[in-house]
């Protein structure tokens, strides 16, 4: 890699201001008119006439030769950013192109958590305003993403874990996120069947909640977004791999796929898990990234036992618990270089401890299932969403397990960043110039090792 | 996922730590920045076979050098990253009669 994108050097000094999309009026309002599929009405109506008069939610789109946009990759950035191109900035040529089914990769493989509790103002300003895009989005979409704001709850273990957790707290509330301290009295009325104890190991001090955090449904986010994206008239097109890009000098003017040659003005890569692979068929041989499994697992489904998400700072666990009553969690990556999507036993053992350190009521509750996911661990732990790195190319990748909470911000961003050739100032400041230039956003102090962040 | 240490033979992931990618190699000290941020920041990341260090911590505690497939976890090699300097066997006592 070249250091250096001067275009977008320039531009992270100046501030363009913004408006969240609902409350300019238009998006939404227009969103709801064009799109009044679902209604108590129409399942009325459909449930008297044997349920012939839906539409699928996108077409079996067919390749056509040319398009204004194609974005590599139909998963949750990828959609949600040709949903944002046609919504907010009026580009409806545009293709999506999936090399497996819509929806298989990480958008389907993840914890489902949403959240903006970060320390760092670019980190803040981004999450946030995802988290503002959150909660008008089933409304956005007309499409019920289930999205339940529960809270997140960081247990903190040592009075120095409490006062960095006091610290991020206020980080939030000073950049418009919510934030509050809760003590062990409060944790204990907030969170029952938690050990306070710990085990005695790990004693908890006090938390950290982010009430406005949450969980929302991780299929509906992909098929409200495709949905979304398929009535404004953008091709969403499955099965279809890339296998290499059109060049014309040094500007790339579309791809070679599994379906044929697609030109195109604009090729927009979203595909994190498989960022190296992609951008290899380019000629980009070495990124500032890695590839790492990180496993996720189901229990089977008991009563209601947890109202919100709560994470163990002693080492590293989130819990919540689906509406069908199964619980879900998940813990560190597995740590080697992975494309397997599948991971090893000792991370599932220091997990399970874990989990049971916090809430030893559950050591009778059988696993259900386990899978895994394949993510781009960036060098820093934040996301890259830029022009380039080639002529006539867009990348959004580096989401490290962080990727679901991001989608919609990350698709309003990457639309933005395609639309106008000019990163907005929430993302300006995630360039993959930046571990060029000295500026990283690493959230976590943990420098150039992937495996850590 | 075992690894074939030189010295204990086949054991366990868990008592082995992940070090990295082992295809990294320094650039010269006269070298430009750019090339320092580049070995600093960029990694190949493959999918297929990568060479990677590892040590075995919680084992023989050597650094072993391993190739590794990234789509299947199948490890075809593992070797110590130096080869042990010769080991003398004389004992200490005979030392101080010749």
């Known amino acids: ?22 409350l300019s009026g238009t998006t939404g309002i227009r969103a709801a008119r064009e799109m009044k599929e679902y209604s108590a009405l129409k399942v009325l109506t459909n449930t008297l006439t044997g349920n012939r008069g839906w539409k699928p939610a996108w077409r079996k789109a067919e390749p056509k030769p040319s398009y204004d946009v194609i974005i590599i990759g139909g998963g949750g950035h990828g959609l949600a950013t ?8 009026g580009i409806t040529n545009v293709a999506v192109l999936e090399k497996g089914y ?15 509790n970060y320390l760092l103002p670019q980190n803040i300003r981004f999450y946030e305003y995802s988290m503002k895009l959150w909660e008008s989005l089933s409304h956005e979409l007309n499409y019920n993403v289930m999205f339940s704001q529960r809270g997140i709850l960081n247990l903190a273990h040592s009075p120095a874990q409490l006062d960095d957790y006091i610290r991020r707290g206020n980080a939030m509330r000073l950049s418009g996120a919510d934030g509050k301290v809760l003590y062990p009295d409060e944790i204990a009325r907030f ?6 104890g710990g085990s005695q190991r790990f004693p908890v001090v006090g938390g950290l909640l982010q009430p406005r955090a949450g969980t929302a449904r991780h299929d509906a986010v992909a098929w409200g977004y495709a949905r979304g994206a398929d009535r404004h008239g953008v091709d969403i097109i499955e099965n279809c791999e890339v296998t290499g890009f059109l060049r014309d000098g040094g500007r790339v003017t579309g791809v ?69 009553g199964g ?84 698709g309003w961003c990457f639309a933005w960043t395609i639309a106008k050739d000019e990163p907005h100032a929430i993302n300006a400041p995630f360039g993959l110039d930046r571990f060029y230039r000295g500026m990283l956003i690493d959230e976590k102090g943990q420098g150039p090792t992937p495996r850590l962040h | 996922m075992r690894i074939n240490c030189p010295h204990c033979g086949l054991r366990d992931l868990a008592e082995f730590t992940y070090q990295g990618d082992a295809s990294r190699a320094l650039p010269e000290l006269s070298a430009q920045t750019g090339s320092w941020n580049a070995h600093v920041y960029d990694r190949e990341n493959p999918a297929g076979l990568h060479r990677e260090h590892w040590q075995h911590s919680g084992g023989c505690r050597a650094h072993l050098r391993i190739e590794r497939d990234t789509l299947s ?7 110590m990253v130096r080869p042990s300097p010769p080991v003398k066997n004389q004992p200490i006592r005979s030392r101080g009669r010749k």
């Open chain 1, 1 to 22: 890699m070249k250091p250096g994108n001067k275009r977008q050097t320039r531009r992270n000094s100046h501030f363009t201001p913004f408006v969240p999309a609902l």
């Open chain 1, 82 to 89: 040709a949903y944002y191109l046609a919504a907010n900035h």
């Open chain 1, 102 to 116: 819509l929806g298989s990769g990480n958008i389907g493989r993840n914890t489902t958590i949403v959240r903006s």
């Open chain 1, 191 to 196: 969170v029952p069947g938690l050990d306070l």
């Open chain 1, 256 to 324: 070679q796929t599994s379906r044929g040659e697609i030109r195109a003005a604009k090729t927009a890569v979203a595909v994190a898990g498989s960022t190296s692979r992609v951008l290899k068929l380019a000629g980009i041989d070495r990124l500032p990234i890695e590839s790492h499994v990180l496993q996720a697992f189901v229990s089977e489904s008991i009563k209601p036992f947890v109202d919100t998400v709560v994470t163990f700072g002693g080492g590293h666990l989130y819990m919540s618990q689906s509406d069908k």
């Open chain 1, 327 to 410: 619980l879900v969690f998940g813990s560190d990556l597995d740590g080697y270089n992975s494309y397997a999507q599948r991971g090893n036993l000792p991370v599932i053992h220091d997990l399970m401890s874990e989990l049971l350190a916090l809430f030893p009521g559950l050591d009778r509750i059988r696993l259900l299932r386990s899978w895994g996911g394949v993510m781009d661990m960036s060098m820093d732990g934040s996301p890259i969403i830029t022009i380039g790195p080639l002529d006539g190319m867009y990348l959004n990748c580096g989401w490290c397990y962080g990727g679901f909470k991001a989608t919609p911000a990350s």
């Open chain 2, 73 to 79: 976890h199948a490890v075809s090699e593992a070797v």
